[in-house]
């Protein structure tokens, strides 16, 4: 009888490790999750209660690129877009943040649907002038890749609101402590996905996830 | 008497060193380290805004500079394989002359195709005039 229990228990063990290992496999290839806060409102709809989960869209904001131009919602509209916190003097993480973007930037070309917004979170040095010879000599457009500068304090909000953490800090190389995150945002104003801008195998993973995106097989 | 001494030198700086120690190890390590984030991985460099230092005409041409370079840093303008490029590079006074040395070998060994690197003395020589 105990020798009997010790089967079952080990199956079942085996069973579940099974399912996990599965899940595992299926959740790469699944639907990519939307990100941040969420509401959950109950509605009777004809009679019948019906639950919506209502998630939070980015909000409104306005920043200057490159070439002195406003970016904001209306620029972003049907678009999905990369983003991410950087600064041009930055002598660590952000240059490597820029090769991997600058990939993702040269595998989209022609795609008009896919825009990239680099936020500098030094905007005192960070003017639209250093930020257009920042984009020449990295050799890119503002019609696909906006650097923005802007108001100190809302660039900062902007970082929180993403989820993405990034500070003045003295002690830092270059003055700023800031995440390497690229967040992916889709048609909807919805985050569908956080990644490590430093590294490239990640990288890959946030291409593949445009490419869902675009042809919308990853909608849930 | 004499090559026991030698053995256990060699000994003791292996362990001090790690297992793998090798010039060309140390120097990739620190590579790595203190200058892939702007020259990225294979020293490739990136767009007009960090030059290479991989097949860079300019290492090769300057190679009784590097030492001081890496040292000291560099501002201003320079051409790397016909390209211009201009900005900052912070000096790293952190580094010992052996660490150095070993980033120096690395450069222009590894990844410049030079047969002969610098022997520590040379680097010693090297640092002596740009000191600061």
């Known amino acids: 009888m105990k020798q ?61 690129d490159q070439d002195g131009n406003e970016v904001s919602h209306a620029t972003l509209e049907g678009k999905i877009y990369v983003t991410d916190f950087f600064f041009t003097s930055c002598p660590t993480i952000c240059p490597k943040m820029k090769q991997q973007m600058l990939r993702l930037y040269d595998d989209f070309e022609g795609n008009a649907d896919v825009l990239f917004l680099s936020h500098s979170i030094d905007p005192k040095r960070d003017s639209v002038t250093r930020l257009h010879d920042y984009a020449e000599k990295l050799g890119i457009s503002s019609a696909r890749w906006h650097l923005m500068t802007g108001d100190r304090d809302s660039i900062y909000s902007m970082a929180k609101h993403y989820m993405i953490a990034a500070q003045e800090d003295k002690l830092a190389p270059g003055g700023y402590a800031h995440s390497g995150a690229f967040l992916l945002v889709d048609r909807n104003k919805q985050i569908r996905g956080i990644y490590d801008g430093t590294d490239a195998e990640d990288v890959d993973k946030l291409a593949h996830d445009i490419n869902g995106l675009l042809n919308d097989e990853i909608h849930p | 008497m004499k090559s026991i001494l030698s053995v256990s030198i060699l000994s003791a700086a292996l362990l001090m060193n790690g297992c793998d120690y090798k010039p060309r190890n140390q120097g990739k390590a620190l590579f790595e380290k203190e200058c892939q984030s702007c020259h990225m991985e294979k020293g490739q460099g990136l767009g007009k805004l960090f030059p290479p230092v991989a097949n860079a005409d300019y290492v090769v041409n300057n190679k009784t500079q590097l030492a001081c370079l890496i040292r000291n840093g560099i501002e201003g303008q320079l051409t790397v394989n016909g390209q211009e490029y201009t900005g900052e590079m912070e000096g790293n006074l952190q580094l010992t002359e052996i660490e150095i040395s070993n980033l120096v070998h690395y450069i222009l060994v590894d990844l410049n195709n030079q047969k002969d690197a610098y022997q520590i003395s040379e680097i010693k020589a090297q640092l002596e005039l740009c000191k600061k």
């Open chain 1, 4 to 64: 009997e229990n010790y089967w079952k228990k080990l199956s079942l063990s085996l069973f579940l490790i099974g399912g996990v290992v599965i899940g595992c496999k299926e959740q790469s290839s699944g639907p990519l999750p939307i990100l941040g806060p969420y509401k959950v409102q109950d509605n009777i709809v004809d009679g019948v209660l019906k639950t919506d989960t209502n998630f939070t869209t980015v909000r409104p904001f306005s920043f200057v």
